[in-house]
Nanobody
């Protein structure tokens, strides 16, 4: 069984930075991508970023390009999401997950979701 444990969320002001972590334990998928999604109140879960576990190739939602950076530490089985220049609209619960399907930005192609981590951006 795979467990994903997220940490690093919290309350910040607009323009601040925050780093989320996602540590995987149990059975890991060394040849799979991992991704971050977020869900704001009343909205569907949306793709934020993904990273190839071996290649390190990254993908980002247009709304976060240039402000968010996804990275990973294979030795620690951990994926990070560095968020900079945070905006009010970035307030959401952020989830990490392992991609088992082919579509990088589709939540349906991800499994083994973390518990979610609240990020709140205030003015």
């Amino acid at each position: 069984q795979v467990q994903l444990v997220e940490s690093g969320g919290g309350l910040v002001q607009a323009g601040d930075s925050l780093r989320l972590s996602c540590a995987a334990s149990g059975r890991t998928f060394s040849n799979r991508s991992m991704g971050w999604f977020r869900q704001a109140p009343g909205k569907e879960r949306e793709f934020v970023a993904a990273i190839g576990w071996r290649t390190g190739n990254t993908d980002y939602a247009d709304s976060v390009k240039g402000r968010f950076t996804i990275s990973r530490d294979n030795a620690k089985n951990t994926v990070y999401l560095q968020m900079s220049s945070l905006k009010l609209e970035n307030t959401a619960i952020y989830y990490c997950a392992i991609r088992l399907g082919d579509n990088v930005n589709s939540a349906k192609d991800y499994s083994y979701w973390g518990q979610g981590n609240q990020v709140t951006v205030s003015s």
